[in-house]
């Protein structure tokens, strides 16, 4: 198994652990950050390096949009490095394009990745596809939508419509009771007119029998 060590000399860059890549199923991918202890879709541009560990088998791949390859790897040695373009976690391409270790391209299976994604780097800028460090990008974070805020929005809907749209209407509701209550108030009265007629009519048989009487003692 090859290593690649830096060729460029220079000013060394900053270390820079990054996101560990780990493969979901197929083309897709997603990135482990051991900070956050999440994980994520990556989405967009990234630098990569796969370095080995402590044993032969403890391979480890590092991508990052900010940090360069040298600062990924920590200045060591790396079985492979290049770029690598994600859209919400399918790998699109990657590529051998690494000025400080310049990777063969006949080594690429280190890398292990899919190797009909490949482009080799001179393919790229042929192709008008300049990455220099600008070009990087992580777009993780525009395709979170904040979904719970938009449930807990919704059940007070149903609630105002029935009303004048404001939570007052849970008062008026409330009020609408004691109004069919006011018809209770005529009602009332039919049993003073029932207790009237029998009082008129009480009468008129009391001076019916006394006006016979004076009639009969006449």
Same mark, same amino acid.
């Given at each position: 198994m090859a290593t690649f060590?830096?060729?460029?000399?220079?000013?060394?860059?900053?270390?820079s652990a990054g996101d560990e890549l780990v493969r979901s199923q197929g083309d897709e991918f997603l990135l482990s950050s051991?900070? =956050?202890?999440?994980?994520t879709r990556p989405?967009?541009?990234y630098n990569f390096v796969r370095v080995q560990g402590n044993t032969r088998n403890d391979q480890?791949?590092?991508?990052?949009?900010?940090?360069?390859?040298?600062?990924?790897?920590?200045?060591?040695?790396?079985?492979?490095?290049?770029?690598m373009r994600f859209d919400g976690g399918k790998l699109d391409w990657w590529s051998n394009y690494s000025g400080t270790y310049q990777p063969m391209a006949a080594?690429?299976?280190?890398?292990?990745?899919?190797?009909?994604?490949?482009?080799?780097?001179?393919?790229?800028?042929?192709g008008g596809v300049g990455l220099q460090r600008g070009m990087?990008?992580?777009? =993780?974070?525009?395709?979170?939508?904040?979904?719970?805020?938009?449930?807990r929005l919704q059940p007070p809907l149903p609630a105002t419509g029935?009303?004048?749209?404001?939570?007052?209407?849970g008062k008026a509701a409330s009020a609408e009771?004691?109004?069919?209550?006011?018809?209770?108030?005529?009602?009332?009265?039919?049993?003073r007119a029932e207790s009237a007629a029998p009082a008129s009519s009480s009468i008129a048989p009391s001076v019916a029998p006394t006006s016979a009487a004076a009639a009969k003692g006449r």
């Open positions: 060590t830096p060729l460029r000399a220079g000013k060394s860059e900053r270390a051991a900070e =956050r202890n999440l994980r989405n967009g541009t480890h791949t590092y991508v990052s949009a900010r940090s360069g390859h040298a600062g990924l790897a920590a200045g060591r040695p790396v079985l492979y490095a290049g770029t080594f690429r299976q280190q890398a292990q990745l899919p190797d009909e994604r490949f482009i080799p780097w001179q393919k790229l800028q042929m990087f990008s992580d777009q =993780r974070a525009s395709v979170a939508p904040e979904k719970p805020q938009a449930t029935a009303a004048s749209g404001d939570r007052g209407s009771p004691a109004q069919a209550v006011k018809p209770v108030a005529p009602a009332v009265s039919p049993p």
